[in-house]
């Protein structure tokens, strides 16, 4: 199978950015983020990754987190299901909510009141992921808090999870931190915003990425030098450090790989016709994809802008093309021959001080959308 789960240990907080796409997104680490983050490292242990055919087809999804709720059991075993693990998602962008029935209908105040506590909602479990996906009436059941009541995130009551964590999943926090100027030897307090994963009680981080099994040992290797220099901003002040705990063929009961069309669907729905997708990684359209209708029609999604720096040897910065892409969770609909694919972008400043990739690859979930008419059955 080419789809394999990684599961990482993290070794402190994780950097937030202050910009709009973190308040939208879940990901604790954005696939963009990990994708030239990897080929950055990759330079200097194994220019493979750096061949452009395989720099521009790397597929790899977001970073999110699971809890494991016998972690301090010695005599687990160590399969993931007996192991009692819930691998979260991102709380997807129903296809089946209709915007003007919902805003019609929040008259009433306690209705009003549970859309609130559904729009806080960050996190799903895989099961509830899927849920979300094929049911039209998911989001008018009521659903388990893993963490704490109002927290953020759900599972199904059928799940059983032995013991719940008393602290939340993930914690959005800050610092007061300084940096000085150079020429007028100033200190301009600025806030470090970061993600605390809850280690202490069997939070990991997991990512899903498309790999040949000749290529596991090179991946593995490079993602672990990565984890010791750390991944996103602020590295220098302990951000973003991790180590691997391992890679595996993806596994579970709720999304199965289909050989034939080597891609990963919703269980039940390998037969039926796959007519949307749900994305786990940021994505930027094509011109082709968006021609054809890809944000039209049941697309349900958010975008956000990505920006950043590029620092070269000499000290110099260059700032990155601005792209706007979909966040992780979005819906789109998978028509006339054409899939949301995407693209990794060439945004390097004038080729200058090198050649830089951001990655809008999709990652995508298959499924079939229940159409208007099926609906109404």
Not at 141 to 167: Q, R
Not at 185 to 210: D, M, R
Not at 211 to 236: N, Q
């Amino acid at each position: 199978m080419p789809y394999y789960r990684v599961k990482l240990k993290p070794k402190g907080p994780f950097f937030k950015g202050i910009n709009s796409h973190a308040r939208k997104s879940t990901a604790i680490v954005h696939s963009d983020v990990l994708h030239s983050a990897f080929l950055c490292v990759a330079h200097t242990l194994d220019p493979y990754w750096l061949e452009e055919d395989r720099a521009k087809t790397l597929l790899v999804s977001s970073i999110y987190p699971y809890y494991e709720a016998s972690h301090n059991d010695k005599n687990a075993k160590q399969n993931d299901k007996e192991r009692n693990i819930l691998y979260l998602y991102p709380k997807p962008f129903s296809p089946y909510t209709d915007d003007k029935e919902k805003h019609e209908s929040t008259a009433d105040t306690e209705k009003e009141h549970d859309r609130k506590k559904w729009k806080k909602v960050k996190y799903v479990s895989e099961r509830l992921f899927v849920k979300l996906l094929t049911d039209k009436n998911a989001e008018k059941e009521e659903y388990m808090y893993l963490d704490e009541e109002k927290g953020i995130t759900l599972f199904l009551k059928e799940e059983k999870v032995d013991k719940k964590p008393s602290k939340k999943i993930v914690t959005e926090n800050y610092k007061i931190s300084t940096v000085i100027d150079r020429g007028t030897n100033q200190a301009t307090p600025y806030p470090q915003n970061f993600y605390e994963i809850n280690t202490e009680e069997g939070v990991g981080l997991w990512f899903l990425v498309k790999l040949e099994e000749s290529e596991v040992d090179s991946f593995k290797k490079v993602l672990s030098a990565l984890g010791s220099l750390g991944i996103g901003g602020e590295r220098s002040s302990g951000f973003g450090h991790f180590s691997v705990k391992n890679i595996i063929p993806f596994e579970s009961d709720n999304i199965k790989y289909s050989k034939d069309k080597d891609i990963l669907v919703v269980n039940g729905h390998e037969t039926l016709k796959h007519n949307a997708v749900s994305t786990l990684s940021l994505y930027h359209p094509t011109k082709e994809e968006f021609e054809v209708g890809i944000l039209k029609g049941i697309a349900s999604y958010e975008c956000t802008m990505r920006g950043g720096w590029i620092h070269g040897l000499a000290g110099d910065s260059f700032p990155k093309m601005s792209v706007r892409m979909c966040i992780e969770g979005s819906i789109f609909p998978v028509k006339e021959g054409i899939i949301p694919k995407g693209n990794v972008i060439d945004i390097s400043y004038n080729e200058k001080p090198h050649k830089i990739w951001r990655s809008g690859l999709a990652f995508n979930i298959y499924f079939h959308y229940l159409q208007n008419e099926e609906n109404k059955k």
